[in-house]
């Protein structure tokens, strides 16, 4: 993977900042986290774009600067595909209704688009300090490699670099020519939808997908257990279905793993009594596991949301794997 330098002012061109941007929110309805992130856009330092926002149906609630296009029941990718006909800019910026931006969230996106060979570019999205402490706890667990492995940068703020693997798009921010290029999402699956798009814009048509950290948005979690377990289930589903269905957009050896590691946490115990010396190097790797977990959770000063932490990240990589193996051999999925 190739690493890019931060950008900076040198490569805002005469025009680079007057580019017309349409953010992109898709929700169920307007929520209270739509209306609190609302202030956040009009208090963005760059002034020439749009907001279009896809709820289900009809609503009363009027923003400035805001656009709703009511849709029906259908799902975020047909949503964002929807938006196409409306958006006015040139540039897409896809954000999800449980994120808002930072400030400088689309002035430092839209300079990378002086750079022709750069069709996308996404930065982290991460969890905002007024989220309750089982929130924090569902975001300190993604943060961790034992639960995120190599992809920890799109939960905290990691070195830019060319993705050579998808990017979700609660922040993702591309060329609207390119977006019709490749057909939109066009996908009816949820989540699973920004995979198969990314693979479309670098294999089909040659462009950039750049990440960097000061593209950031904050990204309300699902509170730990329930809500962020059953999150968890969903990737878990649909990576696996598609690392058997396309497996074009199932590159990287690392979307194997969880299901790998569920696999020897299942097979292992049996395998012992076949062949006992196999009890040594299970019994070491939990050792290690444990070690491991306990350097995840050990600088985290708040007690109760250091214990959340190894929980939630002790149980995600399991119910992402059970799930990721069983999606790997369903016949289809729920679109």
């Known amino acids: 993977m190739s690493h890019v330098d931060n950008r900076g002012d040198d490569l805002i061109g005469a025009n680079s900042l007057d580019k017309m941007v349409s953010v992109i929110i898709p929700a169920k309805q307007i929520n209270d986290y739509v209306r609190a992130a609302i202030p956040h856009f009009l208090n963005l330092d760059y002034k020439n774009f749009e907001i279009i926002i896809l709820p289900d149906g009809e609503t009363k609630e009027v923003f400035p600067k805001v656009r709703m296009v009511p849709t029906g029941n259908i799902g975020p990718a047909a949503k964002r595909d929807l938006a196409l006909r409306y958006a006015k800019g040139e540039i897409l910026a896809f954000i999800d209704d449980d994120a808002y931006p930072r400030q ?5 996106a839209v300079r990378y688009f002086t750079d022709d060979s750069i069709g996308v570019v996404c930065g982290p999205a991460i969890t905002p300090p007024e989220d309750n402490i089982f929130q924090q706890a569902s975001g300190k667990t993604y943060e961790s490699r034992l639960c995120s492995g190599p992809y920890t940068y799109r939960y905290r703020p990691e070195k830019s670099r060319e993705m050579d693997v998808f990017y979700p798009t609660v922040n993702f921010i591309i060329r609207k020519d390119i977006f019709e290029k490749v057909g939109g999402f066009d996908c009816p699956y949820y989540p699973g939808e920004d995979a198969k798009l990314c693979a479309k814009i670098t294999g089909k048509l040659g462009k950039k997908i750049i990440y960097a950290p000061e593209i950031l948005v904050w990204h309300h979690r699902r509170e730990l257990f329930r809500g962020h377990l059953k999150q968890v289930k969903q990737y878990g589903l649909h990576r696996g279905y598609f690392a058997r269905n396309c497996p074009e957009i199932t590159t990287s050896p690392a979307h194997y793993f969880p299901g790998l590691f569920v696999a020897g946490l299942f097979m292992g ?48 990589p399991v119910v992402f794997g059970i799930y990721s193996i069983r999606g790997y051999f369903a016949k289809s999925l729920s679109k």
Do not use: H
Not at 292 to 306: C, D, E, F, H, W
């Open 269 to 316: 115990p049996i395998l012992s009594f076949l062949f006992p010396p196999i009890w040594y190097i299970l019994l070491g790797f939990l050792g290690f596991y444990c070690l491991a977990l306990l350097y995840s959770v050990i600088r985290i000063k708040n007690i109760k949301l250091a214990l959340l932490t190894a929980v939630g990240i002790a149980t995600t």
């Open 104 to 108: 400088d969230w689309l002035k430092n």
